[in-house]
């Protein structure tokens, strides 16, 4: 699984995957956390929001078909876009997978990732001191 734009790649076994209790079980919001891997959630992964907004770009055949309170929700988001998920109700369904999930721009909160200030779209952060 990698991860646009930043390009962090994860592989993992999904059987042996433990549950990190962030949306459903090895969602993408789930396999994320378990890597340390940073995708905002502001209602903890229940489908209440649409924070944790992504964009599927490749292997989308891997990933569970959508719900209706998913597909109600995702509606919502900002940007939406023919493969737009929510991370926490994605989930992964084959270890064959290879699959690409884009962060939309507007939906990267550089001040948990390590940056300076929140939904600066494009932009970058500024340089370490």
Known sequence: MTFLPSGDSFEFDLASLPYG???????FLDVAGH????IEHACGGSCACTTCHVVIKNGERFVSEIDDDEADRVEMAA????????????????????ITVEIPSWNR????EGGGSMNLGDAIPPPKK
């Open 21 to 27: 209790e962030h949306g459903k079980p090895k969602s």
């Open 35 to 38: 890597f340390g891997f940073h």
């Open 109 to 112: 909160n550089y001040v948990s």
């Open 79 to 98: 940007d939406l876009q023919l493969g737009s998920r929510l991370g926490c109700q994605a989930v992964i369904t084959s270890n064959d997978a290879d």
